[in-house]
């Protein structure tokens, strides 16, 4: 099975009972933003900082994008 990219932080945020519009309301930025983050089509450190200080593992992210 191919590895899906985000996967990790997909069950993570749903383990939170997080939505990608609560991350984008909380860091400042559209829910399109982090929809293409989670699926590794942008890189931001500032987001992935975001989601490492809410408690998301830091394994999940590599240089500023979403590890597979």
Request: glycine letters at 10%; aromatic letters at 8%; charged letters at 30%.
């Amino acid at each position: 099975m191919k590895d899906i990219k985000g996967l990790d932080v997909k069950i993570w945020m749903m383990k939170q009972a997080l939505k990608q519009r609560d991350i984008a309301k909380g860091y400042g930025c559209s829910d399109m933003v982090v929809s293409h983050f989670i699926r590794g089509d942008r890189t931001s450190k500032g987001l992935a900082e975001y989601f490492i200080n809410k408690g998301c593992p830091k394994k999940n992210f590599k240089n500023g994008r979403v590890a597979v």
